[in-house]
């Protein structure tokens, strides 16, 4: 008889607390998508794909051939499935299939996390980090690109059924009829992707949306005329054939096609919440983030509850600093520069001080600020509405304080690590899976992996 698989590891191993970890899911969403009736082929248990799937992204391991594979040579996963050796398409298969279910795991790890006393909620951190997408640069066109591809595409399509047609091969020209079409659809479709966002965008509709505003409130939109060549009329020049719902987002030294994806965590490292989004501005996220940490603690069974949020300067604006039921400390610039930021707008209110006094004009104010003439007109009627204090100068005297230079010391050593131990360590820099929805399912499934290793390590001293 061969020996036990329960003797190819010691007990402490990662493969046991995955196991163990899997028996306290519930799996009901993934029990719920297979058939009952006893039609088909017999199935690999959920739970073992479950606990295969996640222990492989523990290890930064994602490819489903060099998991089918490792089923067979790797001892850890050979305890995992049982000694089984599911195929790397049912691998990939039931990823897909599953990606909501994936997703709830989040939450459920969360759940074991907060039964193990091991939250800390009361302060959070906030950040982005990009991820490459699983599609090329080179395969982003222009709409001008996407309509000459079009048209080649039909013309070849064209060729080729004319070519079967003359040779009488029937195989060859179904074949043909069905992929020419399928491509220009999905060419078609980006092309009207592009052009309903760049109508959406244009100077065009944004005066009409400021008439309709008009006409329902009556009165003139304050503030100066907008202009027909300013950025927030440009809408984004490409798509990508590859992968269509994936951008190309700055980064450092040019631009990477990927995704932004959001993170949220206590100060003890575990993630409290996740979104992928394709959008570089993190601006935008801060409050949605907020919400889902909410309430997936709460869901979770987490003692205690939000009271500070930390960010960076992408997220600083002035509704994320007014956020209701938290305080938020997000720095409007470096962190490091804030002194300096400080003496800027202290400078800025001595020169506002001599326009409201008539001792310069406006537009030698804007002049000697390096602002617009508009910009120190708004400014002046923010000072005469009681509202002197910038957002600006108000967060950078909270962070300068002795409790904000403690508290947002924490914001980078809280955040900054779990993206280190994710993209060094485990070596996951990119996305897999393509499109949104799968790439935030993926997201979660790493981010819920990183968790598990915490809980691991935090129960199993010899493993740190």
Same mark, same amino acid.
């Given at each position: 008889?061969?020996?036990?698989? %329960? =003797?190819? #590891?010691?007990?402490?191993? *990662? &493969? ?7 028996? /306290?899911?519930?799996?009901? $969403? ?112 222009? %709409? =001008?690109? #996407?309509?000459?591809?079009? *048209? &080649? ?7 080729? /059924?004319?070519?079967?047609? $003359? ?298």
């Amino acid at each position: 008889m061969p020996p036990s698989v %329960a =003797e190819w #590891l010691p007990e402490d191993h *990662l &493969a046991w607390f995955v196991l163990d970890a899997v028996d /306290e899911l519930d799996l009901s $969403a993934f029990v719920a998508a297979y058939r009952d009736d006893g039609r088909g082929g017999a199935a690999y248990h959920p739970a073992m794909m479950v606990g295969l799937l996640v222990y492989a992204y523990a290890i930064g391991e994602r490819s489903s051939r060099r998991i089918q594979r490792r089923c067979v040579e790797d001892v850890p996963f050979r305890v995992i499935a049982a000694n089984q050796a599911p195929d790397h398409a049912t691998i990939a298969r039931f990823r897909a299939t599953h990606a909501d279910a994936i997703v709830g795991l989040f939450a459920q790890v969360l759940g074991l996390c907060a039964r193990a006393g091991v939250l800390r909620v009361g302060l959070l951190a906030v950040d982005g980090t990009k991820l490459a997408a699983n599609a090329s640069q080179d395969a982003n066109r222009t %709409a =001008e690109q #996407l309509a000459a591809e079009i *048209l &080649a595409e039909a013309e070849v399509t064209d060729a080729a /059924e004319d070519a079967a047609e $003359a040779a009488d091969d029937s195989v060859v020209a179904d074949d043909v009829k069905s992929r020419g079409p399928r491509r220009r659809a999905r060419l078609r479709e980006l092309l009207d992707e592009l052009e309903t966002e760049a109508k959406a965008k244009s100077f065009e509709a944004h005066m009409e949306r400021r008439a309709a505003q008009e006409a329902e409130t009556g009165r003139p939109v304050r503030g100066r005329p907008p202009k027909p060549d300013t950025a927030r009329h440009r809408s984004r020049k490409h798509a990508n054939t590859t992968d269509p719902q994936s951008r190309l987002l700055p980064v450092k030294g040019g631009f990477m096609q990927g995704y932004n994806a959001q993170t949220m965590v206590t100060e003890d490292q575990y993630v409290v919440a996740v979104e992928v989004i394709n959008q570089s501005n993190d601006a935008g996220s801060f409050a949605p983030m907020v919400r889902a940490a909410k309430t997936n603690l709460r869901r979770a069974g987490a003692k205690g509850r939000v009271r500070t949020v930390l960010a960076d300067a992408g997220y600083f604006s002035e509704p994320n600093m007014n956020l209701a039921g938290v305080e938020s400390l997000i720095a409007p610039g470096n962190v490091h520069k804030l002194r300096g930021i400080n003496e800027e707008g202290k400078a800025r209110s001595v020169v506002l001080a001599r326009v409201e006094a008539g001792e310069i004009t406006n537009d030698a104010a804007a002049q000697e600020l390096g602002l617009t003439r508009g910009r120190v007109n708004h400014m002046l009627r923010e000072r005469r509405a009681g509202r002197a204090e910038s957002a600006t100068t108000t967060m950078i005297a909270k962070l300068q304080s002795p409790r904000g230079k403690r508290l947002y010391k924490k914001r980078s050593a809280s955040v900054e690590p779990v993206f280190a131990q994710i993209k060094h360590n485990r070596k996951i820099r990119t996305l897999s899976r393509r499109g949104l929805a799968a790439a935030n399912s993926e997201w979660n499934l790493i981010t819920a992996t990183h968790n598990l290793l915490k809980l691991w390590r935090h129960t199993n001293p010899a493993a740190l």
